[in-house]
């Protein structure tokens, strides 16, 4: 079997496995050693890519295989990956495989939990290795309605209410997203040739202007929901904040970039004519989702809903940067998701392991954990460091290249709009130091907090393995780059070229 | 003629013949208990034997024909009545039927000749004899409970409802005849229609089909005969008796009414917007879970019409397609109800509440079953409801498309309550564990497995495109 295909394969093996078993134990054991083998496949896929480049494999897409489904309509299960979806499926394998230990202490129906989170991994995986459009959109909604169940039954808070939220505004996104996709179909080819769905041979056709005004605007607010633009956002820090650790690591860290990757490899890619004509209003957009998210992380006092209006600002990073349309951007934007979604899987699994310790997310509530749980504490700093900016992680390395290729433009407009976004940053400081300071430094305010007892060894080995990410990323970030700037030619190529 | 050219009816014959030895048990056999057996064995074989060999030909002078589409559709149909069937044993054996079970069936059977009639006419006199053969002993059966008084009430309901949408019906085929001089589909093919008068009359006939098909604004009925009649019927109504409407109504528009093709497409664009939107809108309220499917399945009447709005060989094979899955899917729903209305007598969404922690296995049956009816992959529901989406895109309906994707979403919320009351609400008294017999637990792992493999085996739908095309 094909190293792609193997991916998707895998996790179903799992989920049938989980069928079969009852005990709590083994239930752990077949998830964690599922998705163990998930994460040294992704592993092993970049190794695979890096080789059969360096061979001098120029094609756009590698490992592609394609097998005829629907043939009256053209459907084909078609896979393939380029730079941008090897890094991005390497992300999904780190998140999922500590999503997992993150998830230890589930008890409460355990099989069907593990159950629907390997379900809506298998949709993540999918979903970038597709390059027919049709299975595409399969994968997406697989990823997303398992969140219904994760969040309606093993949530906290109002969780019903949120679920709900979440689930009927992102499937109301792919709704339209629908629409999109069957509109790119039907323009899929020139007169009289067969339609397809296939992402590459549509790239090769250009779609008339008129029917590319009225999908793009489609295609791309479908993704944009899953990548929190703003006004469609207002599912995420309900959603975020309800849901068990591992749905909102899986979530925030991979589902949302569903979200910028759709709209950069399907709305921008398939329609750069009306992608550069309607980029501007788009940019205001995720400019007040930059800008709105950050501040309404700074006035909340829950720590979920803290890192979730934050995922807000970094996730509207991402679509303001595939709207800055050059290299430089795009490269930001792809190293934003990656950043975004280590950081905050593993501040969304401290938070998970706090908020089991200390019984409250409360801000206020809590006080002096650094003394008490130094090593989840220490952990916390460094995600915080991580989110903020600060040179040597992950998040420097994006945000820098996002700006700098944003500042490329030389128009007012756009200007203004780098601007607005970089005042971000400073937002960011804010509410991530505010929360350091405030509960990990400081006096112990609860006596009953001192009885808590810091990280064991299931809860230090996805934190650790997020950090090694995380610094690996911020000391060698031209290494990604690397794996990440060929296979954005094409798409810069086809959005450059549409401009002039 | 020779007399094995009859060979063409054999789906109407073999059924014909499996109801008179009905007749004929009901008076051999004392123990009524023993038919059920006998009865389904029947119904099975003649399920099976309809597959076999092709029946292509006409009879009559043209008046009832036979071809590979038209075999499908009754094969389809079979198989949907096959699993209504093995449902309706549990109810069957309940102390109150246990004189009526051979009249169940025979009833039950008489409906289906008439529907076989009913897709295989090739004239309108032959269709309308189909469609009253389907219609009066239906009625019969949606009174089956006698005891209770909301069954009869829904059967006067039916039956007056039905006589005068077929009134409306024949005034709408006499108009066409005094203009034409022919009730032949074949004649009638010929000629140009696009006369003020035969709008009129195709309008008449029309309603009288939506009716059947409980389209928005002809749906009136559907909620109060869905809630009232025992939920074994209720299911054979909202799929087999939706389904065969379905069929003739495709078949007479892509046929009979080709030359018609841009005013029923007005029209049947008005009628989806109305009837997905209002079956959907009234679907959020109910309480009643019978009530809530009878919704549920008049929204999704009006997606079917996304799909003849392909106007097309793609849009005929993708209603069929849909129609099959949606036998699967909605028998599935019906199957739990009934299960569940036997053994407890609750028919109130809230009464399933927790019935995950009871009954798991009908709870994720019932959960595949509403997701597949929303649309969610990899159900098979999904395949089909994107591939109406496609037929109607093909004519650029793509607004319709944007309204019928929203109503995705609204339907998405009340099957999502339906899951939420079985998974997520607590109960402290949650329906006691049902243990099912073989001929139900049969019957679901017939629909899950349709459920399941419709969509991603492929060559199903590629068959049905290719019959689709000798339309």
Not at chain 1, 112 to 135: Q, W
Request: glycine share 8%; charged share 10%.
């Amino acid at each position: 079997m094909d190293i792609l295909t193997s991916l998707v394969i895998i996790p179903i093996l799992t989920v049938l496995a989980l069928l079969f078993v009852k005990d709590l134990k083994q239930v752990r054991l077949i998830s964690a050693a599922g998705m163990f083998i998930e994460l040294i496949q992704s592993v092993r896929l970049v190794f695979m890519y890096m080789a059969e480049r360096a061979s001098g494999n120029t094609s756009e897409m590698v490992f592609q295989k394609s097998y005829q489904w629907f043939e009256s309509i053209n459907i084909q299960y078609n896979v393939g990956v380029d730079g941008i979806s090897v890094v991005m499926i390497l992300l999904t394998g780190i998140i999922i495989f500590t999503g997992i230990f993150a998830s230890w202490k589930v008890t409460y129906l355990a099989k069907e939990f593990f159950i629907s989170l390997i379900i809506l991994a298998t949709g993540v995986f999918g979903f970038f290795i597709s390059l027919d459009l049709f299975t595409l959109f399969l994968f997406y909604e697989v990823a997303v309605l398992p969140m219904y169940l994760l969040i309606g039954i093993w949530g906290t808070g109002k969780k019903e209410y949120s679920a709900m939220k979440l689930t009927l505004m992102l499937m109301g996104g792919s709704a339209f997203l629908l629409v999109g996709l069957l509109g790119i179909y039907m323009n899929s080819a020139p007169e009289g040739a067969p339609l397809t769905y296939n992402i590459l041979e549509i790239a090769k056709h250009t779609i008339p202007i008129e029917a590319q005004r009225f999908f793009f605007p489609l295609t791309f607010v479908g993704f944009g929901v899953l990548g929190a633009l703003f006004p469609f956002h207002t599912w995420s820090p309900d959603g975020h904040a309800s849901a068990p650790t591992a749905v909102s690591m899986l979530h925030a860290g991979v589902l949302m970039k569903l979200g910028g990757y759709g709209a950069l490899r399907v709305a921008m890619y398939l329609m750069p004519e009306a992608a550069n004509e309607m980029a501007w209003i788009f940019i205001i957009l995720t400019g007040i989702s930059v800008i709105y998210g950050a501040l309404g992380a700074v006035v909340q006092t829950d720590l979920k809903y803290i890192n979730a209006y934050s995922s807000v600002s970094h996730c509207g990073l991402v679509l303001f940067a595939i709207l800055m349309i050059n290299k430089t951007s795009f490269n930001g934007a792809i190293l934003q998701m990656l950043s975004h979604g280590l950081m905050t899987a593993m501040f969304f699994a401290l938070i998970g392991m706090i908020y089991g310790r200390a019984g409250t997310r409360d801000i206020k509530k809590l006080g002096g954990l650094m003394k008490v749980m130094p090593f989840l504490a220490v952990m916390y700093v460094i995600a915080g460091m991580a989110s903020l900016g600060l040179p040597g992680l992950s998040g420097f390395v994006a945000e820098m290249t996002i700006f700098v290729g944003a500042f490329q433009h030389d128009d007012l407009f756009h200007r203004i709009a780098t601007i607005v976004a970089v005042s971000s940053i400073v937002v960011t400081a804010v509410y991530i130091l505010r929360v350091v300071g405030k509960i990990l430094f400081g006096p112990i305010i609860n006596d009953e907090h001192k009885k808590l007892t810091d990280a064991v060894w299931h809860e230090k080995l996805p934190l650790i393995v997020l950090l090694i990410a995380i610094v690996g990323m911020g000391i060698a970030p031209l290494w990604i780059s690397d794996l990440i700037l060929d296979s954005l030619q094409p798409i810069v190529d086809k959005l450059v070229i549409a401009a002039n | 003629m020779d007399i094995s050219n009859f060979i063409i009816m054999k789906h109407e014959l073999l059924l014909t013949i499996a109801t008179l030895l009905l007749l004929i048990a009901e008076i051999a056999i004392n123990d009524k208990k023993k038919i059920i057996p006998i009865a389904i064995t029947l119904f099975g074989l003649h399920t099976i034997y309809g597959f076999i060999g092709n029946t292509s030909g006409e009879l009559f002078g043209g008046m009832y024909k036979n071809s590979a589409l038209i075999v499908l559709m009754k094969n389809i149909l079979n198989i949907g009545v096959f699993i209504v069937i093995l449902q309706a044993r549990n109810w069957l054996l309940k102390e109150e039927n246990k004189d009526n079970i051979s009249e169940f069936f025979i009833l039950l059977f008489a409906t289906l000749v008439g529907m076989n009639f009913m897709i295989s006419s090739g004239d309108f006199l032959m269709f309308y004899l189909g469609l009253e053969l389907a219609t009066i002993p239906m009625a019969a059966l949606v009174a089956y409970n006698t005891h209770d008084a909301k069954s009869s009430e829904s059967a006067l309901k039916l039956i007056m409802s039905a006589a005068f949408s077929s009134a409306i019906m024949l005034f709408g085929i006499s108009l066409m005849y005094g203009q034409f001089g022919s009730l032949y589909f074949i004649d009638l093919i010929a000629t140009n229609m696009n006369s003020p008068l035969t709008i009129l009359a195709f309008i008449m006939f029309i309603s009288g089909l939506a009716f059947k098909i409980s389209l928005v604004p002809f749906h009136f009925w559907t909620a109060d005969v869905y809630e009232g009649a025992p939920t074994n019927v209720t299911a054979y109504l909202s799929v087999i008796s939706k389904g065969a409407a379905v069929f003739i109504l495709s078949i007479l528009l892509f046929t009979v009414f080709k030359s018609l093709v841009t005013v029923w497409s007005d029209i049947l664009y008005v009628l989806a917007v109305l009837t997905m939107t209002i079956g959907n809108l009234f679907a959020l309220r109910q309480t009643n879970i019978k009530r809530f499917l009878a919704f549920s399945s008049v929204a999704q009447a009006g997606f079917i019409l996304l799909g003849l709005l392909g106007t097309n060989e793609l849009g005929m094979a993708t209603v069929i397609y849909f129609v099959l899955i949606y036998i699967f899917t909605n028998l599935a729903a019906f199957g739990v109800v009934s299960a569940i209305e036997n053994a407890t007598s609750k028919v109130k969404i809230e009464d399933y509440n927790g019935l995950y922690h009871t009954n798991p296995n009908m709870s994720l049956l019932m959960m595949m079953a509403l997701f597949s009816l929303a649309g969610i992959p990899p159900l098979a529901g999904f395949f089909g409801k994107f591939f109406l989406f496609t037929a109607a895109a093909q004519n650029g309906y793509f607004w319709l498309i944007i309204i019928a994707v929203i109503n995705v979403t609204i339907s998405l919320y009340y099957y999502l309550m339906v899951v939420k009351a079985m998974f997520i609400n607590k109960n402290e008294t949650p329906i006691a564990r049902i243990e099912n017999d073989i001929y139900t637990k049969i019957s679901f792992v017939i629909c899950l497995a349709g459920i399941f493999v419709l969509g991603f085996y492929s060559s199903i739908f590629e068959y049905i495109n290719s019959v689709s095309i000798g339309l």
